[in-house]
């Protein structure tokens, strides 16, 4: 993606347990980061290859579909203790929908439980 065709702006997603005397030093580092993919555009260096030095923080898009199988094994794998926060906090709303909509299917995955518990469960 061409982020400069996409109106020229980044959108960066705050890490959840980034300390706040860090976030000074945080915002720095994504300004030169933003710095260095617009400079990098303006050089013409192809859009994919400039992407390389944004950081993980760089907002994206994502899109997927599955069957209601493997939307099961995605959320016991990301709501486990194991799981990273940040994707905690994208997936567990979207289980809330699920649960919402389809209960007899994804009202018995728990969050915060180990990973290797959830999976062993019969389904």
Do not use: C
């Not at 702006?9 to 959840?16: A, D, G, K, N, V």
């Not at 005397?21 to 945080?26: A, D, P, R």
């Not at 959320?75 to 909509?101: G, Q, T, W």
Request: hydrophobic content about 40%; proline content about 6%.
């Amino acid at each position: 993606m061409n982020y400069k065709k996409k109106g020229g702006e980044l959108e960066f997603i705050r890490p959840i347990d980034l300390p706040e005397n860090m976030e000074t030093l945080w915002n720095i580092s994504l300004v030169r980061a933003e710095m260095s993919y617009f400079e990098m555009l303006e050089q013409r260096i192809a859009p994919e290859d400039a992407r390389s030095v944004l950081p993980n923080a760089t907002a994206t898009t994502l899109s997927m579909t599955s069957n209601l199988r493997n939307w099961r094994s995605f959320f016991m794998a990301r709501v486990s203790n194991e799981a990273h926060p940040d994707m905690k906090r994208i997936v567990l709303p979207l289980l809330a929908e699920f649960k919402k909509y389809i209960p007899i299917l994804f009202e018995d995955i728990e969050t915060e439980v180990k990973q290797s518990i959830s999976l062993a469960r019969a389904r």
